[in-house]
Structure formats: C-alpha cells, structure tokens
C-alpha cells in the first residue's frame, strides 16, 4: 500500500473541473498539487463527459487510498433578454431602455424579457442588471407588459446576456427541469455533495432534499442578496454553505462582499457546518503563472476567517496554469496555518458549546489539545456529525476521523481539519485503542512517545452517542506491530 502523508493544512481545496483539468493525468497532478475535493459544474459539458470525470476521481481515490469529495454544482434557473436584430444593441448611457414581452429581435431601445414571472414585481427605482453588471439599469415604470428603464450605465449588449434583480426576491423555484435531470444523474453517479444555485430562501432547499433521497450532502450558495434575509434558516437546512462572492459581487456594491463574506463564515460555523468560500481567488492566474499580492491576500484573509474550504473556479476549469493555481493555493494555506496567531484568530470567533455531551466533549477535546502535547484527535464516528463538532471547535491539532462508510468520508473531505480514513468497525473499546493507534501511525499523525486524543460513543454505532473521551500514547511496541493495509476500505 502506497502511504499518504496527511496534507499539512486544515483548510481544504476545492478545485473546478473544466476542459483545462478534465484530462486524468491532469487531475493527478491536481490532487497531488494539493486538491481536496472536485467540483463538477453541470452548467457546462454533458452528462458522459461528467461520468468520465467522475469515474477518473474514484480513481484516485484507490490509487492514493485517501476519499476524495466530488460536489455537482448545479446551474439553477438564469435569467436572459432575449435577441437583438444583428445580434447586439448600444444602450446609451442615461438613455432609455425597455424590457417587454414582444418576442421580436430587439435594438437600441427595447428587447424581449422571456420572463413573465418578472413583470409586475418590480417597482420604481429598482434596478436590473445585464451582463454581470456591465450595463445598470433602474426603473422608471412597470407593469404586466413592460419594464420601462433608465440606463445609469450603458453600453453593447448582445443575445440572452444574463440578467440580475438584485432588489426583489424572485418568485421563481431554485430548481429547473435540467437541474432535476442533472441531479438525477448526479446522485446515479454517487456524487457526494450537491451545490444549489439561486437559493432565495430556506423553501428552496425543499425539492433538492426530496429528490436526493438522503443520499449525498446539500450546499446551499449564497449568491443572492435576498438569501441574507434569511440567512440562519437556510444555513439550518442545509449541510453546508458556498459564499458564491462572484453573483454577489454583481448585485451588490463589491465593498458589501467582504463583510457579508465574513459574516456568513461565521454564522456556519456557528453552526458546526463546511462553509466554502469561492469565485475570483486566484483569477488573473487564469492567464497567468503567478497570483497578484492582492488576490494572495484574499486567499489568506479567508483561511484566517476559518473556512472550511477555499475554491478554484476558472483557474482549474479552463485556466493556462491549473496546477500553478492548486500550488498556489496550498502554500498560502500552508504559511497562514504555520503562523503562530492562526488558531488565535479562527478562535475569535466565539463557539460556546450546545449543552449536550458531545458538544462539551468536543470542547474538552480542543482544551486538552491546547493544554497537552498532542499530535491527533482521533474521531470514531459514522455520520461524521462528531467531527463535525469537533471541527466547529478549531482545535490547535489536525483530525483523524475514522468510520466505516466510504460516503461519510468522502464528505468529511470539505471539512475543516479532518483527515478522514474509511475503515472497518470496531465492536469494543479496546480495539477502538489499538485501531487508533495503528491508524494514527500509518497514516502520520503521530511516532513513539505521542499522545492522542479518541473520540466515540459507546455502545459503537449507535448515532448520537458521542460519549467517551480517552488519552492515549504510542509506544515502540505499536511501532513493531504496525503493518499496513488490512483496517481500510477499497
């Protein structure tokens, strides 16, 4: 068996998958580079190249014996103008613009709206914005048939630019056909987190739990301002979170991203939930080898926040150096996390612990950590709601979970800090001890003479019965009896 040291970091990587890494050799090279996970976008490819991109991941999975997570973003409904005679109009700026209902090719001062759900719903002095923002326009008059518009910036537009209503909550479902056909195919797959678009409100996560079955993990993205509303809901119904910063950045002002950003960090954390930050990291290393300071800074400023995972989108998917950018990405994370105010600063968030068991066990276990030299909490768990909660802590010491589903430990693959090893049951404490250890030596958490922390409830594999807090030391014996291979899943 090929052994793998642990990664070296607690914050993970996302890395897109695109044209520019769909290739297995590449993807190799990006897991080694440092990614944690995959994303698959569904907005682009089909569902066969999708299925190779997959089955090249499950690869890697049993060439390195490590899990690996695979989250299928799914595209979510897009708004779009219809045509333009010749194919683009100008707006001029402060000239008049109007969206109706008439499916004829537009020009200069009218097209199409193919939404009939927006006409009505806006008001005066609310805004639409085409093609991310470039061109603004505010309303001056509206009714069932049009949408009559001020250019505060114009510009060219051409066909089916997309469209964004950042100052009303659009009553329109998170979820399209494509989008339940994707997902279809997604779980099929056994694609272990599911990323929702366009989530408006908590009701939106409703159909996509449905229609998933208990199979897989939900990511809720923020990308609209009216999901702020409701932020603590939707975070509640969800397993995870995406600061989509990209679409957010387009319907608000780009200096109320970074507090949002932060602020929606925090509340999932709060929660003991993954929180993904993503969009624009690392983007000018699309064209280019290197990062700029500021882009290196906002990577850092993120992994300071405590998130659970930082993303690659166009970096990875279509980008000239995809690599450069999963190198990259694990060296900020790497330097930040060596710093010695980096637990400091992920604690000022304040987590008290929910008054039950495992709550305050998961907090001994981050006093202990800080109070005794310790080189691993060792996590039994079968759902993963255990090392969740201990994550939620952001102890000063890395992880290892250990259960015995493979989609546990997949999923755990977005967590902070967790190096999750799929592995046979156990059925008593003591082998619960000697298992620890064993996998803590194989798998580099720990030499003769180091202290660990175990996790688990008793009676094992019961959910929910977090339970028992033990410290144990490896010894030379441990050592000579280590042997390689036999505890782990295939």
Not at 40 to 49: I, K, L, P, Q
Request: proline share 6%.
């Amino acid at each position: 068996m090929q052994k793998l040291d642990p990664r070296g970091r607690k914050v993970k990587i996302l890395a897109t998958v695109g044209p520019a890494s769909s290739d297995p050799a590449m993807l190799r090279r990006l897991y080694k580079a440092g990614a944690d996970a995959f994303r698959v976008n569904m907005s682009h490819g089909d569902h066969a190249t999708h299925a190779a991109t997959i089955r090249a991941i499950r690869d890697l999975e049993r060439e390195f014996y490590r899990p690996v997570a695979i989250l299928c973003d799914l595209q979510g409904p897009k708004l779009r103008v219809g045509t333009f005679k010749g194919g683009k109009a100008v707006i001029r700026h402060s000239g008049h613009f109007t969206l109706d209902r008439n499916p004829e090719p537009g020009d200069e001062t009218r097209v199409e709206l193919p939404h009939p759900e927006l006409f009505g719903l806006l008001s005066k002095g609310q805004r639409l914005l085409i093609n991310d923002g470039k061109i603004r326009l505010v309303v001056k008059e509206a009714d069932e048939d049009r949408i009559f518009c001020s250019a505060e910036v114009g510009g060219v537009i051409s066909d089916r630019k997309g469209v964004n209503v950042p100052d009303a909550e659009i009553p329109i479902p998170a979820m399209t056909d494509k989008d339940r056909k994707d997902l279809a195919f997604a779980m099929d797959q056994g694609a272990d987190w599911i990323g929702l678009s366009f989530v408006q409100r908590p009701e939106d996560l409703a159909e996509a739990r449905r229609l998933m079955g208990g199979r897989g993990a939900l990511c809720a993205k923020i990308e609209k301002p009216m999901a702020i509303r409701r932020l603590d809901e939707i975070i509640e119904m969800s397993d995870g979170i995406m600061v989509a910063r990209g679409d957010l950045g387009v319907e608000l002002e780009p200096y109320e991203v970074p507090p949002l950003q932060k602020q929606i960090v925090n509340k999932t954390r709060l929660k003991g939930k993954p929180v993904i930050v993503a969009t624009q990291m690392l983007e000018s290393m699309i064209e280019s080898p290197a990062p700029t300071r500021a882009e290196v800074s906002d990577v850092a400023n993120a992994v300071y926040d405590g998130a659970d995972a930082v993303m690659l989108s166009a970096e990875t998917a279509a980008g000239e150096w995809p690599e450069e950018a999963v190198t990259i990405m694990h060296k900020i994370a790497v330097q930040v996390e060596r710093d010695g105010e980096y637990i400091q600063r992920v604690r000022l968030l304040d987590t008290p612990p929910d008054p039950t068991t495992a709550d305050a066990l998961s907090h001994a276990c981050m006093t202990i950590a800080d109070t005794v030299s310790i080189s691993a909490i060792t996590v039994f768990t079968g759902s993963g709601s255990t090392a969740r909660r201990v994550a939620r802590e952001r102890p000063s010491v890395p992880m290892l979970v250990l259960t015995p589903s493979m989609k546990t430990a997949r999923r755990l693959a977005l967590l902070w800090g967790a190096h999750a090893v799929a592995t046979k049951d156990i059925g008593s404490f003591e082998e619960m001890i000697a298992k620890g250890k064993r996998m803590a030596l194989r798998h580099g958490f720990g030499s003769a003479g180091s202290k660990l922390i175990a996790l688990a409830g008793v009676p094992f594999g019961t959910p929910g019965s977090t339970n028992l807090l033990h410290v144990v030391t490896l010894t030379g014996d441990e050592l000579e009896r280590h042997v390689s291979g036999e505890d782990e899943l295939k």
